[in-house]
């Protein structure tokens, strides 16, 4: 509930809604002479719009001394005030009402809407206006009904003409926690709508009240004498034609009115397409079939284009990883890449991995949420020998389903992974074991191939490291070392999937799930050899790797051998998504000498050089 700063922020304001409601309570119950139904109206506005519903009631309804409600009111802003409050309170409450259930039940956005009209409308007229407001207007209570309904009908439009776009816009923005009613934003998103729809109605209400076909403020004192039967004061805001007002004391508000029917029929028209507007207007640019259900709870990424006709599986796709769903977090000095040992069950080698939303340092200071392998990224290392037979058993620790697919590897189909393809994906909770007999050695890795796009991106992949069975097969070298190529997207604490689309561009890279500085250093000496196997088990970009201090011979490519007669030098490999190259370097100097991606942008930390690079850099150390 707590992950973003608005979320203290509303926090603190509600904390002054509750004060000033409490506030407003005691004071309209013991000081304040007025009915009760309006009590109430300024207590449920209060709650809605917090301190600035306490600034109306203090400044519009408020006794300020002791005999002077009558006269303090009797301003025509003051009776527009309570005439609104008195609408504001009854339809809201119907709206919001209404919003938690539709909100609970899953029903598409623009059948919330309506639901929420009819609530807000028939709570209202039936409720807060006929019923509540018998006492005050006397007559029976569907009178009371027939008599109400028009002005309601005009400020229950306006109200919602306000309401509906504000909700709109807000709950299905970049912050769709605002569609769940357990979230503080829900019911910010709630206060900023009922401001809205207060400053659109107040200047019908203050018509109705000067045309007499609403209440504004009234006064009610409790009788001195037993035998009273108290008093009640209504000033009708009527003008006479010289412009000077009188107040009289009606109750009969057909009486006072001396609007006329083209008048009447204008700001109900205007009222309604005010209303008409508001409620569809918003679908021109925001998707009004999705429902809380669908993409409720999502954050999604600044920039992302988000359009009438984007889906809900694009959103979930794209949105940020849930900071609740982190089970652990691990440090910049904790590794990913650790060898997995295997137990032995009848030959054949048995390795376990388990799926699991973390928090992992990239460097010092920087945090992401991930998706890992046994809390590694990347994943554990498979060490295989050519010949092996192998079981990989994958517990799903998290709250969607994955797979995993043996990347180069010749495997039965049903062991290949691919989710909707090949294989059931694996739901939460179970376990899918996938066998096989390793055929072919070299370089490969293992990576998710259930929504890849999303999980890929997130963490899951780890290097499959094959030896050969003969091992004078393999160039002998005095140092081996595998970079596996890593692409995030954080913004302000929360991390997306890096993604090559609108909203999805990575602002951190990684090798072997660390930012230069924590990129690891290989020690060598002069006239020493390391084979440095590149994996692009990234899923956005390819990588120019370049290593400086000389050329080095390529030796596999995508961990198929190269003969010694096509082997070939250079300085720098594109690693693409998905390919390997397994790359001899001699230690030709002493000093320190780079390993790093050649677009530049990808030795930067989110555009900053930290210590002289960033991201996709690392240091060989090279001794004399
Ligand atoms: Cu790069």
Request: glycine share 10%.
């Amino acid at each position: 509930m707590f992950i973003q700063p608005i979320d203290y922020f509303l926090a603190a304001w509600f904390a002054l809604a509750i004060a000033s409601t409490v506030y407003v309570g005691i004071d309209q119950f013991k000081n304040n002479p007025e009915p009760r139904v309006m009590k109430w109206g300024f207590i449920l506005v209060t709650l809605y719009l917090g301190p600035i519903g306490l600034l109306l009631y203090v400044l519009a309804d408020k006794e300020p001394r002791p005999g002077e409600h009558e006269q303090f009111t009797r301003p025509l802003w003051k009776q527009g005030i309570g005439s609104t409050i008195h609408c504001v309170a009854g339809d809201a409450t119907g709206i919001i009402a209404a919003a938690v259930i539709t909100a609970t039940l899953g029903l598409p956005m623009w059948l919330d809407l309506i639901i929420e009209y009819v609530a807000g409308f028939a709570f209202g007229l039936l409720i807060f206006q006929a019923l509540f407001m018998k006492n005050v207007m006397g007559g029976s209570y569907l009178s009371n009904v027939r008599r109400s309904f028009l002005p309601e009908f005009i400020s229950m439009n306006f109200m919602m003409a306000g309401m509906a776009p504000v909700m709109t816009f807000l709950m299905m923005g970049r912050d769709m926690r605002a569609m769940d009613p357990t979230e503080l934003v829900f019911w910010g998103v709630m206060s900023v709508g009922v401001a809205a729809g207060f400053s659109l109605a107040y200047p019908a209400n203050v018509w109705l009240v000067k045309n007499g076909l609403k209440h504004g403020l009234m006064t009610s004192r409790k009788a001195k004498a037993p035998a009273d039967h108290g008093a009640m004061s209504m000033p009708s805001m009527s003008s006479n034609a010289d412009g000077t007002r009188t107040d009289g004391k009606s109750h009969s508000m057909g009486a006072a009115s001396r609007v006329t029917v083209p008048q009447l029929a204008a700001v109900a028209g205007v009222a309604t397409i005010a209303l008409v507007v508001g409620m569809i207007a918003p679908a021109n640019s925001v998707n009004m079939s999705l429902s809380a259900r669908d993409v409720g709870g999502l954050i999604m990424p600044p920039g992302m284009i988000m359009t009438r006709d984007t889906p809900a599986e694009a959103m979930v796709d794209m949105a940020a990883v849930n900071p609740n769903a982190v089970t652990a977090t691990y440090g910049s000095n904790t590794r990913g890449d650790q060898i997995l040992e295997p137990t032995i069950e009848n030959g054949v080698k048995v390795f376990k991995l388990t799926v699991s939303v973390i928090g992992w340092e990239i460097y010092p200071g920087q945090t992401v949420d991930a998706y890992a392998y046994n809390g590694q990224i990347p994943g554990p290392r498979l060490n295989f020998t050519q010949g092996d037979r192998v079981r990989i058993d994958v517990t799903n620790a998290m709250e969607e389903t994955t797979t995993v697919h043996w990347h180069g590897l010749d495997v039965p189909n049903e062991m290949d992974g691919p989710a909707g393809i090949t294989q059931h994906p694996i739901e939460p909770g179970e376990v899918y074991s996938y066998e096989y007999t390793v055929t072919q050695w070299g370089t490969y890795f293992y990576h998710s191939h259930d929504h890849a796009d999303r999980q890929q991106a997130l963490g899951l992949y780890g290097a499959i490291i094959i030896s050969p069975q003969n091992r004078a097969d393999e160039v002998a070298t005095d140092h081996d070392y595998t970079i596996q190529l890593g692409e995030w997207l954080e913004r302000e604490g929360l991390t997306y999937p890096a993604m090559p689309m609108e909203g999805g561009m990575a602002n951190y890279f990684t090798i072997n799930g660390k930012a230069y500085p924590a990129t690891e250093t290989i020690d060598m000496k002069v006239g020493e050899t390391v084979k440095v196997r590149f994996i692009g088990s990234d899923s956005v970009g390819i990588h120019p790797m370049h290593i400086h201090g000389g050329p080095f011979t390529v030796t596999a490519v995508d961990g198929n051998q190269l003969t010694p007669d096509q082997r070939y030098e250079a300085d720098t490999v594109n690693v693409a998504p998905g390919q390997r190259y397994d790359v001899v370097w001699t230690a030709l100097q002493p000093g320190q000498w780079l390993i790093h991606c050649h677009i530049n942008h990808h030795t930067t930390n989110n555009n900053v050089e930290v210590d002289g690079a960033g991201g996709l850099t690392m240091i060989i150390n090279v001794q004399p």
